[in-house]
């Protein structure tokens, strides 16, 4: 009896000589007094314990494991011996072997709780969300006001799909706790999950409100904003997320992208820059930059942004899809080839393959350059947007308005308001027509104002109600939408008085219906190329996928859409008999001012020589936001007059959709 206790004297004397070293902050000096006494005690666990500590406060967290476990095998129902040796596993991320120390009997058995805590927060990590749940539940049961594990039990539960369930655990931490920002953020998006948008939006809101330095609610509401398709509000949302947080380098990158995706294009380099600054290795800010300079007629500045990636120590595939674009631009097309080669699958992998096509279309290899453009097409297919189910809706929808393009429909139309104070020219044209060049040349011209692919007829058309709603239009719906239509296009461009307006948008060509109603003595200007060379131009032309452009994955479609359109423009003609001057692009690029003077003769133009120089004028004119940004700036070519020959057999299949429009603009097969 004596003995043991002269051994338990002895063990808290070592203790109590160690104690004011590691107070001092000498945890070598304190662990050496203890484990040389190690062999003094019958009860060495408080002795390992304590070293287990100082060695965890050393950084040493696989001393102090060892040392824990020896002291937990001696004192296995010790809970401030679990809970530090639980603390070490998670420090060494070791999670299950936390796990195994945090099990449910010690949980249960912990009055303070905190066994309970870990055990859950760590089963959480592991993604045992519903032992999470369960020992949350236990917690709660025990301390209903734990605001944390309400917060946390929400947390679980959501990941668990029980979203139900999850909301009413966070109203209670919310309850519990109102400024606590992580807690109201987690409720909001967790009301997104289960899909109560207007809920979520709320929420989101008031987080925003009352935390006004946290850009965290604004940057989650901008997510729900664009999952809604209110992209002009998410913009703006966005924009004030970056207001509250300049250096939240993933906000200003999604706001470069979205001043992209809106031809934003001064604001998106600016943002592009900004996260190139604080982040100079991040590859999307690099790929945003170059397709940036090369849409904006900026492509010298593609050679200065690959050398600032490889000194930045980008990773090799990006600096390999920079420097293809590079050398595309330079005409180096085997050295852009061979680039392409070093760039892996998940970097652009669509524009990559739309990038190799072009550059074995220019190498001549059009058998393998059309492997690549249905490989292009494939690979938009695949988005999660359903390009090739649009792309249907929409043929099916210029298929129905050509059915009901009938006489009687025309007759059933009310009067025509008043004559329009002004009224626009429109440029139509299929996609790839020459509709660009055209457009590049018009706006050299000092009375004109062109407008380049603006969506306002598309928004009018949607205000008023679309194709059927045109018949039954009475003046004063002629004449809002008139003045709507010019509320659009001043968001777009300066229009003095006087200045002729040019609309062009190629798809317009199934427009003219609107165009009648809205501007009777609308003159069009119609672009004309062979139809095989359009439809095989538009399979190799990188669109952003509207339900248009998503037409341009596959031949079939682009054919049918074609055949569409030109059904639609010949049905709406016959009714009609809009004014229209045609421009065949063929003798466009063979003698431009042939075939320019007699447009600005119809159109009322003095004759401007400065106009034919279409380059200086693309040059000056800032981004082009069409697929023919890379042709305007170059002198007026014809090699791609007839292109489509290299690629008959596999056109071939489409080519008796395309055969009586062929003869009808007088091209041959």
């Not at 109560?196 to 940057?219: G, N, S, T």
């Not at 626009?424 to 790839?432: I, K, N, S, T």
């Amino acid at each position: 009896m004596n003995q043991a206790s002269t051994a338990a004297r002895t063990s808290r004397e070592i203790l109590a000589a160690a104690m004011p070293r590691a107070q001092a902050g000498d945890f070598a000096g304190a662990q050496a007094i203890v484990e040389a006494g190690l062999g003094q005690a019958d009860d060495p666990a408080p002795l390992h314990a304590f070293i287990g500590m100082l060695c965890a406060r050393r950084g040493a967290l696989a001393d102090a494991a060892t040392h824990l476990d020896q002291a937990l095998r001696l004192r296995p129902d010790d809970v401030t011996i679990a809970c530090n040796r639980i603390a070490v596993a998670i420090d060494l991320k070791d999670h299950e072997g936390a796990l195994e120390v945090a099990t449910l009997a010690r949980a249960q058995a912990d009055p303070s709780l905190r066994i309970a805590r870990y055990r859950a927060f760590v089963a959480q990590e592991l993604g045992r969300f519903d032992e999470a749940a369960e020992t949350y539940d236990f917690v709660l049961a025990r301390a209903p006001d734990d605001f944390e594990s309400w917060n946390n039990l929400g947390n679980a539960r959501s990941a668990l799909g029980d979203f139900d369930g999850a909301i009413a655990a966070l109203e209670r931490a919310v309850a519990l706790d109102r400024r606590a920002a992580p807690t109201r953020l987690n409720h909001a998006l967790t009301l997104r999950s289960a899909g109560r948008a207007e809920a979520a939006e709320a929420a989101l809101r008031d987080a925003a409100r009352d935390f006004p330095a946290d850009a965290r609610p604004l940057h989650e509401l901008y997510v729900l904003l664009k999952e809604l398709g209110r992209h002009a509000e998410a913009l703006e949302t966005l924009e004030a997320a970056a207001a509250r947080d300049g250096d939240d380098m993933v906000v200003q990158l999604k706001l470069a992208i979205e001043y992209g995706l809106v031809m934003d294009a001064d604001k998106a380099e600016v943002a592009y820059r900004r996260v190139l600054a604080g982040r100079p290795q991040e590859h999307l800010a690099y790929l945003g930059l170059a397709i940036h300079y090369e849409h904006a007629n900026r492509e010298d500045e593609l050679a200065p942004l690959v050398e600032l990636a490889a000194a930045n120590a980008i990773d090799g595939g990006t600096l390999n899809f920079l420097s293809a674009l590079e050398h595309r631009r330079a005409k180096r097309f085997e050295a852009a080839l061979a680039c392409l080669d070093q760039v892996p699958e998940d970097i652009e992998p669509e524009r990559t393959a739309h990038l190799r096509a072009t550059l074995l279309d220019r190498l001549g290899r059009s058998d393998a350059a059309f492997e690549w453009i249905e490989e292009a097409g494939r690979r938009h297919a695949a988005h999660a947007s359903d390009p090739l189910g649009r792309a249907a809706e929409l043929r099916a929808e210029v298929r129905g308005e050509i059915g009901r393009m009938t006489p009687e429909w025309a007759r059933s139309w009310t009067p025509d308001a008043a004559p329009a104070a002004a009224t626009p020219v429109f440029l139509l044209g299929f996609p790839r027509s020459g509709t660009t060049l055209l457009d590049t040349i018009l706006m050299g011209h000092p009375q004109t104002v062109v407008l380049e692919e603006k969506p306002t007829l598309l928004v009018i058309d949607q205000e008023i109600g679309g194709f059927d709603a045109l018949a039954g239009m009475d003046a004063d719906a002629i004449e809002a939408a008139r003045a709507r239509y010019f509320e659009e296009v001043a968001r777009h461009v300066d229009l003095a008085p006087g200045q002729m307006l040019v609309d062009k948008s190629p798809l317009y060509l199934y427009k003219l219906p609107l165009i009648r109603r809205l501007f009777p003595e609308a003159r069009i200007i119609l672009s004309l190329r062979h139809p095989c060379d359009v439809l095989l131009s538009c399979l190799m032309s990188n669109f952003r996928l509207n339900r248009a452009m998503s037409n341009f994955l596959r031949p079939e479609d682009a054919a049918e859409l074609y055949d569409l359109s030109f059904r639609h423009w010949e049905a709406a003609q016959a009714l009609f008999g809009m004014p229209a001057h045609r421009i065949v692009y063929e003798q466009l690029v063979a003698d431009v001012e042939a075939e320019v003077r007699p447009l600005f003769d119809w159109l009322g133009l003095d004759w401007t020589p400065e106009a034919l120089d279409h380059t200086r004028t693309a040059r000056s004119r800032g981004l082009i936001t069409t697929a023919s940004y890379s042709q305007v700036t170059e002198p007026i070519y014809t090699r791609s007059a007839g292109r489509w020959q290299a690629y008959r057999e596999h056109l071939r299949p489409v080519l008796p959709i395309l055969e009586p429009w062929v003869e009808r603009f007088g091209y041959s097969l």
